[in-house]
């Protein structure tokens, strides 16, 4: 029961990582764009 748990909040802790992550570059990439950077 304990490892799944574990196995859970490891999992649930990566998806937010990755969606941050993820976030963060559209972000960059908009500046980027706003800029007038080529992509």
């Not at 574990?6 to 800029?35: G, P």
Request: aromatic share 12%; charged share 35%.
């Amino acid at each position: 029961m304990i490892e799944r748990v574990k196995r859970y909040q490891k999992s649930d802790m990566a998806k937010r990582v990755d969606m941050q992550s993820y976030i963060f570059e559209q972000a960059i990439t908009q500046w980027l764009d706003a800029k007038g950077f080529e992509k």
